[in-house]
Structures are given as structure tokens and as C-alpha cells.
């Protein structure tokens, strides 16, 4: 992520694009994307029949494709599309396509400061992963939920090592699956596998595996936890002892284990999304309390409020003395921070960000078919086509907001204070 101290804080409205002229000069302009400092707005845009290219602040880029889609911003702030030249994919960065060519490409993911991307890719209906356009020398019949490292240095997925036919029921439940990391599967097989995370430093990766017929467990680095549960969820790994922790079901009930041990004593109805602060002395979860009720549990305890259909999207303050988390009940989203609710109802909300010292919430918002901003339960008075997650300034004071009004994309910098009072 680039260094946000050096982008432009000088309050006041920069007009970047006006994307009305763009619809004039192309066939069809497609969703625009925005730059993480707010400086660039893009999309990919329609030339002529087969001819595709991005428009970025009003420029093409220099080279024409066959197709284009999945147009993103990098967090260090690179615009990456997978394009199609002759009938083969690759991806472009900035507008240089990378030099190798594919079937197909899917599924782009960035490291943490953007400077590596990795993406899966089938050639040939042989699958693999490719890291900064290099793929990997293995390639596997099959290949589905893919990682990689915070750090950028190292890919994973879970892949097929075993053929079978739709008939084999024993050789399947002998276990056919595995994960590959940097295209080098474990030895160890599995009858499934699903979603995985690496810890922090890139040495380890955790899985939610399937056993046989009737018994889940979480493998690390292709060594299965001992302990054997009816289910299991998702694992993350705790930052300070390095330990995999994952959701699991025991006696009808669901808790936390870290490497198969127990780690919090309440049992729930349903726990998963489990997060960390970002120093690892807090460790919280969505839990339902009982059937039908959402809420959040922190360090085991659960907030006293409960909610009708949904908790998500779980965020820690950088300080990790405050989390929020969206909250749905019926058709409305609400916004909660340490057990106490927004009065704001929404059509929809997006996952909530902290100011750097952990005193201010803001989130992005809908209200009939229009889009704003929302900081500290107060809404910004402008009511946008399209708006981006807010980032606050390095001091916490200021909040830059990248907005479509009429057709023109403008970017915002305005003291906090101007929506909170």
C-alpha cells in the first residue's frame, strides 16, 4: 500500500473526469473503477466490435484488446485487467500485458503493499497458478480455493492429485485432494478441502479439511490436527503464537480451537468470520447466541445486542481497543461498534473503516438507489451516483471521498468534522 502521507490532503474538491464525455466517444463504458489516493478513475470501454480498451482520467491505453474484464486497482495503486489477445488471456498492468498466455485466467489477488499479484490460470484444461506472470511448473487436473501470503512471496490452492471416475466411491473417500503450495502438493490427501490462509510471516499455511465420510479437521502444512470434529470452518492464524485457529462443532455447538485445543469455552449455535487486532490480543467472532440470533463475541463474551439475519465484515481499530460490524434486520443495515447500534438504517453498507487513532467510524452507504458517506453515525450531505470506501488521512482529521456526481467523478478532501459537526 502506498504511503499515504504523500498523497494530496489539501482540503477541497479536485474534478478528475467527467465520464459523460466518455460515454459519447465509445460504444459502452463499463463500471468505473477509482484509484486508491482518488487521483484516477477508469473503466473498460467499448471501441468497435471485438476492440476493447481502458479509459483512464480520459486516456486510452496504448494497446487495443480482444476482450477485457476484471478491472481492478492495486493497493499500490497499478490498474490491472485480465485481457484476451488472439484467444488467449494474460494480464495487462498499467496497459503492458504480461508475456505469458493462457486459456484463461481468473481470480487476480494482491499482497498486502500490491506488489505481487497472483492469479489462477488454465492451459490446456490443466490448472496451476501464476505468481508476477510466472506460473507454476506443476499443473493439476483440477484446482479450486486459492491463497496467497500477506507478503506476496508464496501461492497455494487446492488442487486434484488423485483421478477418479464418477463411479470410483471408494478411491474418491480414500481422498483424491491436497494443496499445493508454490505448485508442490502435500503428501497427504484428503476427501475435500477447502478454504485455507497463511500466517503472517508465509511459512504456514492452514486448511478446513474433510477426513472421510463423517469427521473434519484443520491441516497445517500437511500435518492434520489430531483432533477430529463433525465440522470445522474457515482457519486464521493468531499473530502472536503463530497457532492455527478455526471454528469447530462439538456435541451440536460450535467454539474456538487453536492447533486442536480449545481455545474459548463458550458454545454457540453458529461461530465463523473469526478476526484478530492487529496486535493478536483480541480475538473476536460472529456467534449466534441461539437459533435465529446474530451478534459479535470478543474475547469470548458476546455483545449484549443480537441481530435478525446477519453479522459481517468484523473490523478491529488499528489500536485494537474498538471493533464494528455491519448488522442486518430485515431489510435494513445497520452499523454497530463495541455492542452499541448506529441509529442510521440503511439499504446496504460496506465493511466499516477506523481513523488511525480508532476515533472515527466511517463506512460507504445506500439510500434509495443513492450513495454517501457515513462517519460517526452522522451522513455526509451528499448524495452521490456512485462513492468508494473512505480513507482517512494519516492524522485522522481529514477524509478523502472519491464520489460520481452527475456523471462527474471528483474527489473529495474534507475535515472530518464537516460531517460529524
Request: proline letters at 5%.
Amino acid at each position: 500500500m502506498e504511503d499515504r502521507s504523500s498523497w494530496d490532503w489539501e482540503v477541497g474538491t479536485k474534478p478528475i473526469a467527467n465520464l459523460n464525455d466518455w460515454n459519447g466517444k465509445f460504444g459502452w463504458v463499463e463500471e468505473p473503477v477509482a484509484g486508491p489516493d482518488g487521483e484516477q478513475v477508469a473503466a473498460i470501454v467499448n471501441l468497435d466490435e471485438g476492440e476493447f480498451n481502458v479509459c483512464v482520467n480520459g486516456d486510452l491505453w496504448e494497446t487495443v484488446f480482444e476482450k477485457i474484464w476484471h478491472l481492478r486497482f492495486s493497493p499500490d495503486g497499478r490498474l490491472t485487467a485480465l485481457v484476451a489477445e488472439m484467444g488467449e488471456w494474460t494480464m495487462a498492468i498499467d496497459g503492458d500485458p504480461w508475456e505469458g498466455r493462457y486459456g484463461y485466467l481468473w481470480e487476480p489477488m494482491f499482497s498486502n503493499d500490491g506488489k505481487n499479484i497472483a492469479i489462477s490460470v488454465q492451459q490446456d484444461m490443466a490448472y496451476c497458478m501464476a505468481l508476477n506472470g510466472q506460473p507454476w511448473e506443476q499443473t493439476f487436473k483440477n484446482m479450486t480455493n486459492t491463497a496467497l501470503s500477506p507478503d506476496g512471496r508464496h501461492t497455494a490452492a487446492v488442487v486434484q492429485t488423485q483421478e477418479f471416475g464418477e463411479a470410483e466411491i471408494r478411491k474418491f473417500q480414500e481422498g483424491c485432494y491436497s494443496v499445493a503450495v508454490d505448485g508442490t502438493a502435500w503428501d497427504q490427501t484428503f476427501v475435500n478441502v477447502w478454504n485455507m490462509a497463511f500466517n503472517p510471516g508465509g511459512d504456514k499455511i492452514a486448511a478446513e479439511v474433510r477426513l472421510n465420510l463423517y469427521e473434519y479437521t484443520i491441516a497445517v502444512n500437511g500435518e492434520s490436527w489430531s483432533q477430529k470434529f463433525p465440522c470445522v470452518w474457515e482457519p486464521i492464524f493468531n499473530p502472536s503464537s503463530d497457532g492455527a485457529v478455526a471454528p469447530v462443532r462439538v456435541k451440536g455447538k460450535w467454539t474456538l480451537a487453536e492447533d486442536g485445543q480449545f481455545l474459548w469455552n463458550g458454545r454457540y449455535v453458529q461461530l465463523w468470520q473469526q478476526v484478530y487486532s492487529p496486535d493478536g490480543q483480541r480475538l473476536a467472532a460472529v456467534v449466534a447466541p441461539k437459533y435465529g440470533r446474530w451478534t459479535v463475541a470478543v474475547d469470548d463474551r458476546p455483545w449484549s445486542t443480537t441481530f435478525q439475519d446477519m453479522v459481517t465484515d468484523l473490523q478491529f481499530s488499528p489500536d485494537g481497543k474498538r471493533i464494528a460490524a455491519l448488522c442486518k434486520n430485515g431489510p435494513v443495515w445497520k452499523v454497530a461498534i463495541d455492542g452499541s447500534v448506529w441509529s442510521g438504517s440503511f439499504d446496504m453498507a460496506w465493511k466499516p473503516v477506523f481513523s488511525p487513532d480508532g476515533t472515527h467510524l466511517a463506512t460507504k452507504i445506500e439510500q434509495n438507489g443513492k450513495y454517501s458517506i457515513c462517519v460517526d453515525d452522522k451522513v455526509w450531505s451528499k448524495e452521490c451516483d456512485a462513492v468508494w470506501d473512505p480513507v482517512f488521512s494519516p492524522d485522522g482529521e481529514k477524509l478523502m471521498i472519491r464520489a460520481v456526481e452527475e456523471d462527474r467523478y471528483n474527489r473529495y478532501v474534507i475535515p472530518v468534522t464537516d460531517i460529524t459537526g
